[in-house]
């Protein structure tokens, strides 16, 4: 999977927006404001970085060599932030459906009603 089709996928979510945070070779995709996922546009397909659930990523990193660093995020308890290289796409994909999922079910109640406008 090449950067444009990432990108593509994570701009199909619902309320998804991306850019440039740090410096120009670093793509952040927020959702309603909140990041999900980063890609270093550099190395793309070879690393992304996305939010999982520390079970999930216990098991994939068991999984899969491909994960090369984890390491917490926001809290210890409920985020786990995914390091990983040379994924197949339909793991990229559901990855980055959970990390999405992850975050709108942390949104307070006014962000998941502008999200539900949407």
Known sequence: MNVEEFRIFC???KGVTEELP???VTLVFKVMGKMF???P???IPSQVNLKCDPERAIELRETYDGIVMPAYHMSKT????LYFEQLP???LHELTD???????AKFTKKLK???DAL
């Open 11 to 13: 701009l199909s979510k």
């Open 22 to 24: 740090f410096d120009d």
């Open 37 to 39: 996922a980063i890609v």
């Open 41 to 43: 546009l550099e190395r």
């Open 78 to 81: 409920h985020w786990n932030t």
């Open 89 to 91: 796409s339909h793991l």
């Open 98 to 104: 959970l990390s999405y999922d992850l975050v709108v």
């Open 113 to 115: 009603a502008a999200l």
